[in-house]
């Protein structure tokens, strides 16, 4: 177990860029080469990887697979979370959102109430605006972690809301009548509570779950209104 978390940690920290060299994985790890090659087979069989002669690839979708396989085979999650980079929370929802027909904005930032603000992913779909915060923590993923996380997000949710008809053009919603916002938290891994006040808390592999029952579920999650 120890062997192939090392592994995955390795993976995650040379494939960030592109393919890295198998070589360079069983060095990193400390590792045997032939070790190695059969536990890279074992990922590969279970799409985590793909193997070519003599490089591995991970996709950014991947990639969070490994991150997650690698907490739950046991690795420190801020050891996985410092080689997991931000970016690829954002860009999974992203991409997830525009494969299912949502004008994406991402970190898309606004001034309300003498106040800056500023909302990881925006996906809107009509009548739909999902304010999206990517958490990408480095302290672990607890209860009282989640209640902050959802509680900050409704409010920024809120806001945006009120702040809505006068950003109306910016995000790009005027042949708009109204809109539905609703504020959702992305993690890396499930946590203890899937809602926080109604919040819904998304692990990022089920983020297609999600957005499928969306539209059917909206107004029985935390949501505010905005009219144009």
Not at 19 to 37: F, H, I, M, S
């Amino acid at each position: 177990m120890a062997v192939e978390r090392n592994i995955l940690i390795s993976i995650l920290k040379l494939t960030k860029s592109g393919p890295a060299a198998k070589e360079l994985v069983a060095r990193d790890a400390n590792v045997p080469a032939q070790v190695t090659e059969e536990v890279l087979k074992k990922f590969r069989d279970a799409e985590l990887v793909k193997l070519k002669d003599r490089t591995i690839e991970a996709s950014s979708n991947q990639r969070a697979k490994i991150a997650i396989h690698a907490i739950k085979s046991g690795a420190d999650f801020e050891r996985v979370c410092r080689v997991l980079e931000w970016i690829e929370f954002e860009n999974l929802a992203a991409t997830a959102f525009e494969a299912n027909n949502f004008a994406v904005k991402r970190r898309f930032r606004f001034k309300w109430a003498q106040r800056r603000w500023e909302i990881d992913v925006l996906g809107c779909r009509e009548p739909l605006i999902a304010c999206v915060d990517c958490k990408h923590w480095s302290h672990g993923w607890r209860g009282s972690a989640i209640r902050k996380a959802a509680e900050a997000q409704a409010l920024r949710t809120k806001v945006l809301a009120e702040a809505l008809p006068s950003l109306q053009k910016e995000i790009g919603l005027i042949q708009w009548r109204q809109a539905t916002l609703i504020p959702v938290v992305l993690s890396l891994v499930p946590g203890p509570l899937k809602f926080y006040n109604k919040v819904p808390i998304v692990p990022i592999l089920q983020i297609q779950n999600f957005l499928n029952e969306l539209p059917a579920h909206a107004t029985a999650l935390a949501h505010f209104r905005a009219y144009f």
